[in-house]
């Protein structure tokens, strides 16, 4: 299974945008990278997903490189409520539903 | 559309009790996952189910146990409670047995005493 790399923590100023790194050096050509943000032990929310173009949704963009070993999370206007657990996961391939969480990383937004 | 349920969403017990958590998924979403979250360990999976089939179990002590229902609601079961299964338990739906995003209810916390 793939694994990620984040760092551990990050502030953003209110109203900045917030770019959130993510490595995932030894990812499977049609694994998939998923972000969701936990707020203070509440459930992991889903935030965006992609194989390898860029997305765009309501809450961010998902820019993932070519060779798809890293991709960036982007909150464009982050703001105080943006204050969460950030977790990159690789999905899995093998039919399986589960999710590898790592640390993820604590992004604080600062007013 | 209601999302994942959780029930209980708080719950004391002892060393040696057993549990039963609830899970009640998205309407319509036929497969459910199970996490432990821990300080410690962070998000670790636990098992999942699609069509009352278990699926996939994570790598936890047989106490842990879990099923589905033919209506796709799923329970877990933790039997001889220890300390340190004091954790957030969450559960997580998605719609079919092909990759879709899972979709977290808020958890259940269980303190053990």
């Known amino acids: 299974d793939a694994k990620t790399t984040q760092p551990p923590s990050m502030d953003c100023a209110e109203g900045r945008a917030a770019n959130l790194p993510c490595n995932h050096s030894?990812?499977?050509?049609?694994?998939?990278v998923y972000w969701y943000r936990q707020i203070h032990s509440q459930g992991p929310q889903y935030i965006i997903h992609?194989?390898?173009n860029n997305k765009t949704n309501e809450m961010a963009s998902l820019i993932i490189t070519e060779d798809r070993k890293s991709s960036t999370l982007i909150l464009p206007h982050a703001t105080l409520r943006d204050t969460a657990v950030y977790y990159c996961?690789?999905?899995?391939?093998?039919?399986?539903?589960?999710?590898?969480f790592g640390t993820g990383t604590r992004l604080k937004v600062l007013a | 559309k209601a999302g994942v349920t959780q029930t209980p969403r708080y719950l004391i017990k002892t060393r040696g009790q057993q549990v039963t958590l609830s899970c009640s998924p998205i309407s319509g979403h036929r497969s459910v996952s199970w996490y432990q979250q821990t300080p410690g360990q962070g998000l670790q999976f636990l098992f999942e189910?699609?069509?009352?089939?278990?699926?996939n179990k994570g790598n936890f002590p047989g106490r842990f146990s879990g099923r589905q229902f033919s209506n796709s609601r799923s329970e877990m079961n933790v039997s001889t409670l220890e300390l340190g299964d004091s954790a957030l338990y969450l559960c997580?739906?998605?719609?079919?047995?092909?990759?879709?995003?899972?979709?977290f209810g808020p958890g259940t916390r269980l303190l053990v005493l």
């Open positions: 189910y699609f069509s009352e089939t278990q699926r």
């Open positions: 030894t990812i499977s050509g049609n694994e998939y």
């Open positions: 997580a739906s998605s719609l079919t047995d092909i990759q879709e995003t899972q979709y």
């Open positions: 996961i690789v999905r899995p391939t093998s039919g399986t539903y589960k999710y590898i």
């Open positions: 992609g194989l390898k």
